[in-house]
Each structure stands twice: as C-alpha cells, then as structure tokens.
C-alpha cells in the first residue's frame, strides 16, 4: 500500500482565490516568553486544499456537517490529461459510469502553485461536470476552481453541487496517481459550506 499526501500545506500569506480572506499563522505563545508554543491561525473554509459543499452555491445545499464521516472515502478515478490552450476540462475527459464514487481531473497545474499563472486555470465545461453529476462522481481538481478564473455564474460548481456531489479543489501531487485510488478527503470537522482538507490517495 502507497499513501500519497495531495494537500498544499497550510502556511502564513498561502496563496487564497482572489477576494478570500487571506491566511495567517502566527504565534500566540512562544517558548521563550511563555514556555511553551501555540500558533492563531486564521483562514476561510475555502483555503488551500479544501472541500465545497453543496451549501457553498446552493441557497438550500447541504453543509458538510450533514456528511457522515464516511462520504470523505472516495473510490476514485484518475484522469490525467491535457486541457489544452483553451483550458477545458470537456465531457470526453469524463470516464462512463462504473463503480466510482469520484474523478480527480489531474491537469499538472498545481506545478504553478504560488504563482500568477495558477490563478488562469483549467476548468469543465458545464456539460462536463452536468456528465460527473450525471454519473454520481464527486470530483476533485488540481486547481483553484471547477469554473474558470473570473466567473460570475459558476454553471459547474452549479452542476455538481446542485446535484448534492462534492467538490474537493486545489489537490497537488497527482502526477504520479494510478488511475484507480482510494481518496481519503477528511475535511476540518466544521458545520459549514466548505472546509480545509488532508487528502490522502491509498493505492
């Protein structure tokens, strides 16, 4: 068994989607002043690699809360491919329903991870994502966003979370994935419309 961490870690001023609140760690107690260390962090529920919940988009969406603990088990799918100069994630990239629980769309773009271009990203086509809802996947993506940079509308988010599937954004580390994995996506236990995650493929 391989066990393959495909979180960003959490760290002071990481990069956030445009507009999110930005993310602090700091120290609140220090070995030197108080004997021992506690650090504050402050962050959104959409920061770094992170969990959407249906409550996200959806005005009556479910909040991760109303998740058991075991809807955070994926069987998933692995797709790697190229989206192109148009950056579209499109319905022939979409596997045909089996016995998947989910598709993590591997694109290579977490490569540019603290950069500017990591904001101009791949996304799925609203017909895309309408086939993962189609076909039961949740869906997870090596970038910021199921939608593209800029959008106002969101039609995949939509999709997915208006057919109650979860959407997990910002993986990194899925070069290397077979394309069958188990996914571990345990978010923060929060009762919100999203959440952190440490996502771990088990292959």
Do not use: K
């Amino acid at each position: 068994m391989t066990l393959r961490d495909c979180s960003h870690p959490i760290e002071d001023g990481m990069p956030v989607y445009p507009g999110d609140p930005a993310v602090e760690v700091e120290p609140a107690a220090t070995m030197t002043a108080d004997g021992f260390r506690v650090h504050r962090l402050a962050l959104s529920t959409h920061a770094g690699t992170h969990l959407d919940a249906p409550s996200h988009l959806e005005p009556d969406g479910a909040t991760l809360g109303e998740y058991g603990v075991e809807a955070f088990r994926w069987d998933a799918r692995v797709v790697h491919c190229d989206p192109g100069r148009e950056g579209w994630i499109r319905e022939g990239d979409v596997p045909e329903a089996g016995d998947a629980d989910a598709v993590v769309f591997a694109t290579g773009w977490s490569d540019h991870w603290g950069t500017e271009r990591y904001r101009e990203h791949p996304a799925l086509t609203p017909d895309a994502a309408a086939q993962c809802a189609g076909f039961e996947y949740h869906v997870g993506v090596d970038c910021p966003s199921v939608d593209p940079a800029g959008s106002e509308a969101f039609p995949a988010h939509h999709e997915l979370l208006g057919d109650g599937r979860l959407i997990l954004e910002n993986l990194t580390n899925l070069a290397d994935l077979p394309e069958r994995v188990t996914l571990h996506a345990y978010p923060i236990p929060v009762d919100a419309d999203g959440a952190p995650a440490r996502v771990v493929a088990e292959d």
